[in-house]
């Protein structure tokens, strides 16, 4: 998205004590420290580059992704895909969570490890939140901890196959939690109108640099503005203009804090006719003009 700071997997490899294999995974847990209690993180947006994998086994999390606010409690997973926008994490409580990060483009360079592929062929959604059984969660904790075990192993010849093994283990029992979720969902499927929305939120993450017209999406829909106006406040109780915006001012926020960029040149960047455009539709939108939001935000 636009100019959001992105961040591959290798710009993390040297933080903290995390474990890495063969540069494509990357795993960390708070298990025995206090690295998550009490974080919170409301900085510049993030756009993730890679696959993250987060595993809850004890206290609270609230995570922002790609506009939406997500919790995630205990006996929770969270996954969140490529291409996904994280402006804010906040652990609430004795946060206690592992972190599996997992560079997608490489995954396919890992023989043994395609396991991860048929995983995510049954993904539904681009990030998505499974309630696992007390029990469940369990045998996949006790997956991770063997992951960082074999990861940490330097005379073991068949690290390849030892890890593929965990990884079935641990993905067989997520699956068969999901598996069991999507079996309940059936009976109540997803509604035009939903499906209508999901790919209007699709489309504005990828055109809201270029257009902010509602008849713009309407006509790749192909349905009338009206008719997506009344779907969108359906669905998520907001107009359709204040999704587009949203994504707009996410951007222009970051670029301003960023400061490596006039209001000029944020004003190009967005496609707006010109600066004093630009300022009055960051005006209305947060309250007050990018200068003053800079200022304020700075301090």
């Known amino acids: 998205m636009g100019n959001i700071r992105e961040v591959t997997l290798s710009m993390i490899h040297d933080k903290g004590h995390k474990m890495i294999y063969n540069d494509f ?13 009490g974080f919170t993180y409301a900085g510049n947006p993030l756009k993730i580059l890679f696959v993250m994998q987060m595993m809850c086994v004890r206290g609270r999390m609230r995570i922002r992704v790609n506009l939406k606010e997500m919790v995630v ?41 395609k396991i991860i592929l048929q995983f995510r062929s049954i993904i539904k959604y681009d990030c998505f939140i499974t309630h696992i059984s007390p029990s469940s969660m369990s045998q996949i904790v006790n997956g991770y901890k063997l992951l960082c075990n074999i990861v940490n192993d330097d005379e073991l010849r068949y690290k ?15 699956m068969s939690e999901i598996m069991k979720q999507n079996e309940n969902e ?10 209508i ?17 509602v008849a713009f999406y ?40 960023s400061r490596e960029y006039s209001i ?31 200022n304020n935000e700075g301090e």
Request: proline fraction near 4%; aromatic fraction near 10%.
């Open 264 to 294: 000029q040149q944020i004003s190009q960047h967005l496609n707006f006719p010109n600066p004093s455009f630009f300022s009055k539709y960051f005006r209305e939108a947060v309250g007050y003009s990018p200068s003053k939001y800079l």
């Open 73 to 113: 409690e205990e006996n929770d997973i969270l996954l969140v895909t490529p291409g996904s926008i994280i402006d804010m994490v906040v652990c609430e409580g004795d946060c206690r969570m592992a972190v599996i990060h997992i560079d997608n483009a490489k995954i396919s360079r890992q023989p043994t490890l």
């Open 186 to 195: 059936t009976k109540v499927k997803i509604s035009r109108n939903e499906q």
């Open 197 to 213: 929305f999901k790919t209007f939120l699709q489309l504005v993450q990828k055109n809201y640099m270029t257009n902010r017209e």
């Open 25 to 37: 995974m990357l795993l960390d847990d708070n298990f025995d420290d206090e690295v998550f209690k």
């Open 160 to 174: 390849d196959e030892a890890m593929e093994g965990c990884f079935q283990m641990m993905i067989s029992y997520w």
């Open 218 to 257: 309407a006509d790749k829909l192909c349905i009338t503005p009206k008719y997506l106006g009344v779907v969108v406040s359906q669905v998520s109780k907001r107009r359709p203009l204040d999704w587009i915006r949203d994504y707009v001012i996410l951007d222009a926020k970051a670029m301003l804090l």
